[in-house]
């Protein structure tokens, strides 16, 4: 999972870093979490654009989801959690970090989407 946000997030050529949270910074159900961030240059901070989470067993404990393992022994499932990509917080860091003298500049990963390779602007009559 943290790969695959790690995909997404170099597929966007934004600036980010990936955070390990340490115990008291993460939520008491949590057993391991990675926060992705990235650069915000209108605010010159790092924000947070996505988490992902290992809960182990305590949701499925809850839940009494099992298995068995390959001796017949019942187990526990773990469960993980992935926020994939916050998109309003996305689209402000690629409008930021992507300006350029005529608009806004795509990563090649947009551009079929768009058509173009840069959002500029349209002179007003």
């Known amino acids: 999972m943290v790969a695959h946000v790690e995909a997404l997030l170099n597929s966007l050529s934004l600036p980010y870093r990936i955070l390990r949270l340490c115990g008291g910074d ?3 159900a949590s ?3 990675y926060d992705f961030e990235v650069f915000s240059a ?3 901070k790092w924000l947070e654009v996505s988490s992902v989470s290992n809960f182990e067993s305590f949701q499925t404990n809850r839940m009494k989801i099992r298995f068995k393992d390959k001796d017949g022994k019942t187990q526990l499932l773990h ?3 992935g926020s994939s990509l916050a ?3 996305i689209l402000a860091c690629l409008l930021e970090n992507n300006q350029g003298a005529n608009g806004i500049d795509l990563p090649p990963s947009l551009v079929p989407y768009f058509g173009s390779e840069a959002i500029v602007q349209r002179p007003t009559r």
Request: proline letters at 7%.
């Open 87 to 89: 998109l309003p917080r």
């Open 26 to 28: 993460m939520g008491f």
């Open 42 to 44: 209108a605010q010159s």
């Open 79 to 81: 469960s993980l959690n």
């Open 31 to 33: 057993a391991l979490t």
